[in-house]
Every structure is written in structure tokens, then in C-alpha cells.
């Protein structure tokens, strides 16, 4: 997820000081490693290349130090993957002793475009505070310049703005020490004998790894925040890879430390300077806290944890269903927010009534496990909630899911009543199949959604078309250049962005991760 | 001076490591005051404004905690004084938790057009990294911002280049720590009835406080380093204001510590990050050491320091005996430079021919005192140079003293003639009495040349004519809105900048604050 969306609730918190005491002890070990720039490169304007940028090898980056850049000199540097963490610059003077500051620039990016488009020309609505660049004044030199921010890039521009007509500036020694919780011994090697799927496989935990920090960040380049949904689809992707339980239970009790005083969970986290709910509510993200508890359970087993945060996952049911009207289907109305996907013109009630009857579902088979006396009730519940979608928004006519007055056809809901089980495998099967043939109304956007895709594929027994449609739309994302996956992909647009400028896109999102989750759980 | 002259000449250094462990051990106390904005201003393009801009108060700076600033939203701070030090800014976020790092832009001035004029546009020679800004992202708010330089200024500028759209900041404090080594306990308040001269005395000694740190700096917004020729002024100014004698010790250690293996002592000392001597050489600032050693040693009685510098205050007389012809005249070509003034098309000669004799008449007083044996020579020497002078440099059809091979009259000859007793007291008085008629040549472009114009005249006798002087200059600037004295004025000519602009040039500069040693001395 990202951080713009603009439903601002106010309300109150009641913080759980146990649950925050308990996510706190769980602050993960933090791995280090530096890393030090391959190449000194070029880009070039090109029209085959995303964004219209590519990159060619200039010089090793051995040959840095020899180069003594004065006022208008510019060098870019390839670190040759994709970087999370600090960046330290030794700088030293070359020619007379500097009788000026030295006054500097530095760009990061994760893509080539931001090498070569300039930040200055963005108009997109998000914050350009997210744009990685920094201008330093340097008083004396020589100076080990230790950046206090911590970066998401591959490459890196450095920029002399200025010295003095007597000395030029030379860079000795370029690194950054990359952090992550995410421990590489964890990792069993794939070998897998399908090529493409093994890079997308190492595509992918690149992705986890360098998202997982303190808490599962969205995006390590802008945001940086714990929100729920992404949590949801990095948790499952974890557990296939780093194994990482704690860091999920430690975001889960971080979910459930913050509630609003009617219990209802955030949809993100702020880390800093202290954890604070966000002020956006999205009806899906709440309930995802209800299968991401699920997931866990299954994957732990840890019944103390299922037991404790039970009734923060209960509650967020019970605060769901306040949203139906008599007909039992979630109302829309400028009250609520749904996420759902990237999709201004969706219609977010059928996937909305979907993804409730998905975690009611969910939370069934914790209250089974549990013993609680509420199953009978979500029995019941989702019993009426899919004959309520059955009845009202499945079109006879259109033999689609539709959703609002409009009567909308979006490949979302179609996905998530799969999903959802609101049909049977069969006529999941025939309605999935059907869908991708006929490709009617508004289709996916986002990797978000196209995990669901693949999900639904696999739960109607469709492995090998789920197997194609994570080349075609993974596996071109790595063709196109991906060293970790991106936030925003459509192959047939490959400059959409839904920020007004892909310069502000996150090329390294936590929610695009999960292709090995389907590879190595479901053995593609 | 300043620190663009490209005269460069490789040397070799040979230092002498008890001097410089003296200076080490000189390191003085600094004092530190906290100083709060007064006012929120605005500034405001007027014709009548020196550099076209004026200041008006829109409200008290106690309201700027109150005001929200948005992306593109800016305030103008004025401290009501010229100030050195480092700044501290506590910033706070006001709406939703902030999803997106503050885009901050800081921006200092000694003067309005510093607020007024982009720095965008600057287009001066001199390395624009001089210009005070800085831009911060700061991912975590509140926060307080400790910006590591130190600055010299009296305005600030805020703008906020980016928040998002669902928070805004507020400026809850923002102080500056000033720094100097200037201890105000010394100042005996002057009470003099003149208002006018009263202020141009409380400004010069701004001025010199502001340019006293840990050594006397040229001028702290731009270049901050030891000259040699500013050090001369600074220390006549302070032996009647602060009288931290050590400080001028420590200083003529520092230049003593670090000449070449012939003995020349540099224009000027880097001192960080290590004291370094700048690869520039002048011919009048090197000799410059002498007249420093002789005026420090009239106001202290300071015989061991005497004693231990006197053979390298020799020295310089010596190595620049080297660059007469035969006819005992200063030698023009490509291999030399001298400062003199900020003036293209001065010629040197004459002025350097002048300061010569006016340094081996200081070295005179020096040999006498020490019963040094180089008496006798240095005696006979100044006499053939005045002989040369006079024979070569004075034109009796022109009435004036000439220099270089054009014959050029310039006011910078005539005065140093006069201030090297190359003529008697009378024909000194005719002289310079004549030169302000009748306006020849060249005239001066600097505080630190009209510094020595008003020495003359009271060297002649000319004492209300150097009051009047004074007003003329240094009161005009007053008028024109110093509070500090400016490093270049022609009041003919508001915006004279020798580096293509304005904007770069220091606007609290030693050279200019020696009225103060005037009024006070002189009993003006």
C-alpha cells in the first residue's frame, strides 16, 4: 500500500500497553553487510527501455578514485543490485587547498529514469520529499561524509555544484552498509529447473529482504510504513523463505496495541518517533488482520498468540458487519474506504462483501480451533453474507459479479467471490477461465491484485495457467530490468503510475513479493 | 582580503613546530550567547534600498509558533542584528502524523537582498557554494533540526518545498547559538557626543567581534580564514576595544609557524583541518608581519614575543629586497603579486615601493629595541629606497607619484607615500589635501584602502578632515543599513561587488572595522 490515501478519521486510540510491551521486545535483530559501487555508468535516452532510460557501462568503479571531478562534473555509479541502507562518501581535495566549500548534490535511485529524468520537472501529486536526492554544503575537506537518511537505490549520481576555481574533489572510497531483518541463512536454494522461475524466486525474497526492517515496511524508498494489507501478503511470502516468525508477531500485536476505542485496527502504522495509527481506516485492511492471524496460526502453531489477539480479530468482524445494509451487502457511501486496488473507477463493494465473508471464513476456523462460543454466529453470518451476494450481486444477465448502481464489472470481483468461496471450485473455475478469456470491464493494476489472481487460480485448480501468468507479468517485470519487484506494473503501460509520476513509484514493494510464496509452497 | 586570488606558487613549507605548539597553546575561550528572531518580516524591492531591496516587520516573531506552513508556504525571520553561530530549529507537524518526509529549505543573509535574490541566478566568479542555503529532508517530525555550519547572518529564510497534502509544519522555537572570542566585559562604552560617530564605533566593534573566533577571520560568511593584511587591521581595532592581546600573539605564531624553506610567510592560513598555509603569496601581506609585530608589541611591551618572531619579521624584509632593479625600485612582471587594493587596473608598484619602506622603518624600530646588529643596513637601505621613490616614482610634471610603466596616478600611491614618510609631514598635507580636490586617477575601491586614506590624514594633520571622512563612508553605510561594516563600499557605486555579484560578497568583514581604532585611539 501507499501512504496518499486521504480518508482521515478522527478518532480516538486506546492503546493496549501489554501488546505494545510484547511487539517491543520483539524488535528483530538487524543484519549489516557494505556494499561497495560495480560500475561507473551512463544512461541513455532509449525507447525500448522502461521509462525511456537504460544504462551502459562506462568504467569499473575501481577507477573512481582517479578521477578528480571540479564545478559541472558528475559522476553515476551502478551498485549492481538493490540497496537498503546507509550511504558513507570519503572525499578528498585535489589541487590547492580548498579555499571554498565544497557544495554537492546526490541522487538515488532504484531506476535508471532517475538518473536521467530531472527531479525538478516532477508534477506528481505525492510528496516530492520522497524523491531521493540531497545537496551538501562541505566546509572542510578531506571529510568522510556519513548520510544520516537511510536510501532505497541501486545507483547513485554525485554532482559537484561547486568547488572553487583552485581544487576539484576526489571520491576515495564510496559505501553502504545495507540493513535488513531478514537473515540470508535462512534461505534453502531453489534449484529450481524452470530458469525464469528461479529468478523470479531470487527476484522476490530480494524484494522481502530488503522490506523487512524493523517492523515489514511497504516500500524502503518511500512510505516505510507497517501497513496491513502488505503485511498480510509479506508474512506468507516469509514464511515460505526467511522464516521470520517473530517480525509477524510483532506486527500483529503492533496492529493490536493501537485500536480506535471501538477496537477498530489502522490501516498502517507510523514507526517514528513513536508508533502511531495512522488516521486512514480501510474496511479490507482491518479484516485482513483476521486471515493474516490465520496465517500465522497455521504456520506457528503458537496458541498463546492465536488466543491473545482473538478478540482485536473478532472485533474487526463484528465492526464489518455494522456496514451492511438490510439486505446484508457492505453499503457504500463517502463514510468508508476500501482499498482493494490502484483503481480510481472501481466499485469496491462486491470485492469489499467478498474479502468480509473471506476473513469471516478466517476467523471461523479460529474460533473452531479456539473453542469460542462465536462460531455458530459466523456460521450463520456467512451463510447470509453469500446468499446476499449471490442474490444481489451476481448478474444473470452479464454472468459476472457486479458491484454498486452501475452495475460494474471488474476482474476484482470476480477474484475475490473466488476467492471468497462464494461460488464452488467449479464454477469458480469456469467463472476464472472465463474472465481471462473474455477480459471484460476494469482489469488489475497493481501486483497487489495480481497475487490475488494467482491465488484464485491456484485455489480452482488452474496451476500451470497460474504458472504462465506469473512469467508474463513477473517474469517481464525482470526482463524489463527488475532486481527487485515493483510497486506499480501494467506490461501494456509500462509508464503508469497512479502518483502522476513513475519518478515517485517504489521499485522495491513489499506487496509484489509473493511469487515465491506461490513457487515454493504450491511447488510451481 | 578574500580568497580568490589565483596566484599560486609551489613551495615547500617548513614548519616550526614550537611556534606552532605557542599558537596551539593560544587557543582562546569562546563565548556563546543565545540569540532568538525579533521580527517576521517581509522584503520588499525598492529603488532607493542599497541592492534594491528593504525590510518591512509584518509581526513579531513570538506569532511564528502560531503559523502552519504548507508546501510552498515561506517565512522571513530577522534576528534585529548581525549574528555568528549555529542554528537550532524545533519543527513540528500539525494535521494527520506525517506520511512523508519535510522538504525544508533554509536560506541566510547578512542583508535583505540576500532574502530578496535567488541565488538561483548567481552568476559571480567566486564559488557560489559560499551562498547560504541548505535543503533538509527530515523523515521524522518533531524534530529539532541542529544545522551543523556555522553561519553569519541576520535574516533567515524558511520555505517549506514539501510536505504532503495531509500535514503542514510549525516553527515551534528557533535560536542561534552565536559564537565569538571577543569577551563584551571589555568594552569601555565610548558616551561620545557625537551620536553619529557613537554608532560607527558600536558597528565596528560588531564587526570585529563578529570576525573574532579562533583567530581573526577575514570575514565569517565567506572564506573565515587568518589574512595576514585583515590581521593587521583587526589587531589595531582590538588593542583599543577587546584587548585580547593573545589572540594577536597566537596569530603572528600561527604565520611564523609555517613559511617556506626561504622564510616567506603566506598571505593567509587555512586552519581547518589542520592549519594549512595557503599556496598564495603577496608581497605587501608578507611584509605586513612586520608592522603586525611592531604595533603588537607597542600596545603589550611583549619583549620575548619580539624577541622570538623578530627573525621572521627580518626575514620578509630581506626576501622582498630581492624584488628590486637595479635602481632600487620594486620590480612589475608575471612572477609576483600584491594586494594593495581590489582594483583591476591598479598598478602596484608604487604602493609596494611605499609599504616596503613603511615596514623597514617598523623593522627600524624593531632592530633598535633588540640592538640587533641589521641597524646600520636597514637604515641605509630605507634611505636609498625613499631616494629611488622619489627619483623614479614622482613625476614632477604630473605633481603626483606615478606608477608602473603608463605613469598611472592612483590615490593607493599617494597615500602609501605619505604613510611611508617617503615625504615630509608638509608636503604630505599638500598632497593628500590635493588628491581629495582634485579627485586624479584611480580612486579607492575598499574599506581596507580608505582604512589607510584616514591614517594619512592624521598623519598629516588632517584630523577633522579624517572625522569627515569617516562620516562620509563608513557613516553612510550606517545609513544605508549596516550593522556590521561591509567588506566592499563605494558609496558612488552601492552595488561594486570584484566578484561579478552582490550576493557573495561578506557583508561583516575585519578589514572595515577600524573606525573604532580611530575614534578611540585618535580621541576623534
Known sequence: MSQAIQQSVAVNIKKNEAFAATAERLIPELFYEVCRPQHLIKVIASEEAVHGWRTEVVQSADELPSLALGKGDEVILDFGKHLVGKLSLHIGPDGSPPDAPLFLKVTLGEMPVEMGESFAEYKGWLSRSWLQEETYHLDVLPHTLHMERRYSFRYLKLQVLDTSVKYKVTFDDVSCTTVTSASPEMIVPLKHPDGELARIDEVSIKTLEDCMQEVFEDGPKRDRRLWLGDLRLQALANYETFKNYDLVKRCLYLFAAYPTDKGLISANLFMKP??????????????????????????????????????????????????????????????????????DQLSKVASAQAILIYNMKSALQLATILEDHNQEFLQLRIEQLTAAALQFLWSDKLHYFVSGEQQQISWASQIWMILAGVIDEAKGKELLVRLLEEKPGLSLSTPYMMHHLIEALIQVGERERATL???????????????????????????FSPYGSYLINSYCHAWSCTPSYFIRKYHL
Open 469 to 495: 501468468e506469473i512469467k508474463k507479468y513477473w517474469g517481464q517485470m525482470v526482463k524489463d530490468g527488475a532486481d527487485t519487484f515493483w510497486e506499480l506494473y501494467d506490461p501494456e503501460n509500462k509508464n
Open 274 to 343: 513513536v508508533v502511531i495509527p495512522d488516521d486512514t481506516y480501510l474496511f479490507d485492511y482491518s479484516l485482513f488482520f483476521v486471515a493474516s492471524l490465520s496465517d500465522y496460526y497455521e504456520a506457528t502453531q503458537d496458541m498463546d498468540t492465536l488466543r491473545e489477539l482473538w478478540p482485536t480479530a473478532f472485533r474487526q468482524i463484528e465492526l464489518s458487519l455494522e456496514r451492511l445494509d438490510t439486505h446484508d451487502i457492505v453499503q457504500d457511501d463517502n463514510s468508508w474506504w476500501a482499498f482493494i486496488d490502484w483503481k
